[in-house]
């Protein structure tokens, strides 16, 4: 099993940016974080970094159903969805598998929660591939 879930995009990056969050939107995420991974990597260490950046999903709803399942369910959360430059015409987006990420807690409501998400980002992501 594999830990995401992507797709590629032949559009500018910033582009890729936008379509993502609002692909998430219409499975109910919005984005409550987002880190830019090449301008931390330059500030922090003068490294030069590709295009990259972390967005942290959250549907609230369903990660409010995950917290009272289980309560250290939020070391896990928000859904981190990277963006990343891959090649000079390609941008890649993609998703944590929350079914995977789940499997070290014995909570079954857990699993079948996070099957619910996943199958919400798996259809935000197919959206980008048309």
Do not use: W
Request: proline letters at 5%; glycine letters at 4%; aromatic letters at 4%.
């Amino acid at each position: 099993m594999t830990y995401y879930i992507a797709a590629k995009l032949k559009v500018p990056f910033d582009d890729a940016i936008v379509r993502t969050e609002a692909a998430l939107k219409t499975e109910g995420f919005g984005v409550i974080s987002r880190i830019d991974i090449q301008q931390t990597l330059k500030s922090k260490i003068d490294v030069d970094f590709r295009p990259y950046t972390i967005l942290g999903a959250c549907n609230p709803s369903l990660a409010h159903e995950a917290l009272q399942l289980e309560d250290k369910v939020g070391l896990m959360l928000p859904c981190n969805v990277i963006v990343q430059q891959s090649g000079s015409d390609d941008v890649e987006v993609a998703a944590i598998d929350p079914v995977a990420s789940m499997q070290a807690i014995a909570n079954p409501g857990l699993l079948k929660a996070a099957d619910t998400v996943r199958e919400k980002l798996a259809r935000a992501i197919a959206l980008l591939s048309h």
